[in-house]
């Protein structure tokens, strides 16, 4: 099974960008479905974007849609989370998770059984 290890985030200015990675150790990590969740202090976490190991469909929040993007490469065994447009709304520790051969119901934190300890993000305003 994999581990997952974020990376990326930091204090960005509202309308500023950042790229999130998610380093996967382990084998067999282009058989895993992969997505981005974040969670707010006092908030659930919740659902950011997903890409689906067999088609590589991707699902997005719509927080995100025209701002966010899921991106993978297999041979790097790393998942990005490119974000544009940043506003405070997005702060949040962000978690990648991961789910070996599962393609269903991506958007619920429930199909995922592997996660990374997280990222933070913080956009100032």
């Known amino acids: 099974q994999v581990q997952l290890v974020e990376s990326g985030g930091g204090l960005v200015q509202a309308g500023g960008s950042l790229k999130l990675s998610c380093a996967a150790s382990?084998?067999?990590?282009?058989?895993?479905?992969v997505g981005w969740f974040r969670q707010a202090p006092g908030k659930e976490r919740e659902f950011v974007a997903a890409?689906?190991?067999?088609?590589?469909?991707?699902y997005y929040a719509d927080s995100g849609k025209g701002r966010f993007t899921i991106s993978r490469d297999n041979a790097k065994n790393t998942v990005y989370l490119h974000m544009h447009s940043l506003s405070p709304e997005d702060t949040a520790v962000y978690h990648c998770?991961?789910?070996?051969?599962?393609?269903?119901?991506?958007?619920?934190?429930?199909?995922?059984?592997?996660w990374g300890q997280g990222t933070q993000v913080t956009v100032s305003s």
């Open positions: 998770a991961a789910r070996y051969l599962g393609d269903y119901d991506l958007t619920s934190r429930n199909s995922y059984d592997r």
């Open positions: 382990g084998r067999h990590f282009s058989s895993y479905s």
């Open positions: 890409m689906s190991w067999s088609a590589g469909s991707t």
